[in-house]
T-cell receptor, first 113, second 110 residues
Framework: GDSVTQMEGPVTLSEEAFLTINCTYT??????LFWYVQYPGEGLQLLLK?????DKGSNKGFEATYRKETTSFHLEKGSVQVSDSAVYFC????????????FGKGTKLSVIP | NAGVTQTPKFQVLKTGQSMTLQCAQD?????MSWYRQDPGMGLRLIHY???????DQGEVPNGYNVSRSTTEDFPLRLLSAAPSQTSVYFC?????????FGPGTRLTVT
């Protein structure tokens, strides 16, 4: 079945540091890939997405590139801020017409001033 | 436009009690789903619905019932709560490739 593996946290960074959160996946067909963010006490929000190989999703300074050859979708940001402190989830939706999301376990990011 | 709303925000139950978690959306989305979130486990799909009158099981359906009588509402029922159901529950609705999540219900079963 489908699965998503993302790096274990928690991750603690100083403000303005470079962020990478690794995500790899196993899926049948041609999945769409997503990063969701969950701020403390809130539900999940879509951060970015990519629907086909070599697509780059980007939003709020975050980027991730859909790499079919390495089955990866790593999240990056060049300079994190304290306000980026949250839990980040990698997820996939497998195949055309599929509405179900499979999530990774989440990575908690804390950014300190 | 309220998006996805959930009630209650917090709930404490005793083992064996029943309750219904409410979920509503005003975006006219056909697809709705329920997830539970547990520490270190990510989100796991409980049940989902592709339209009024149609529901199906997800990854962890045991102990939960759902129904979908209208497009807007998708309640989740716990018939006999157990401590293993202590969790944060999220309802979501989806259009195309984006899911919209509610704010969650934090449930504790003692």
């Amino acid at each position: 079945g489908d699965s998503v593996t993302q790096m274990e946290g928690p991750v603690t960074l100083s403000e303005e540091a470079f962020l990478t959160i690794n995500c790899t996946y196993t899926a049948t067909g041609y999945p769409s890939l997503f990063w969701y963010v969950q701020y403390p006490g809130e539900g999940l929000q879509l951060l970015l997405k990519a629907t086909k190989a070599d697509d780059k999703g980007s939003n709020k300074g975050f980027e991730a590139t859909y790499r079919k050859e390495t089955t990866s979708f790593h999240l990056e940001k060049g300079s994190v801020q304290v306000s980026d402190s949250a839990v980040y989830f990698c997820a996939l939706s497998s195949g055309a017409g599929s509405y179900q999301l499979t999530f990774g376990k989440g990575t908690k990011l804390s950014v300190i001033p | 436009n309220a998006g996805v709303t959930q009630t209650p925000k917090f709930q404490v139950l005793k083992t064996g009690q029943s309750m219904t978690l409410q979920c509503a959306q005003d975006m006219n989305h056909e697809y709705m789903s329920w997830y539970r979130q547990d520490p270190g486990m990510g989100l796991r799909l409980i049940h989902y619905s592709v339209g009024a009158g149609i529901t199906d099981q997800g990854e962890v359906p045991n102990g939960y019932n759902v129904s979908r009588s209208t497009t807007e509402d998708f309640p989740l029922r716990l018939l006999s709560a157990a401590p293993s159901q202590t969790s944060v529950y999220f309802c979501a609705s989806r259009s195309n490739y984006e899911q919209y999540f509610g704010p969650g219900t934090r449930l504790t079963v003692t």
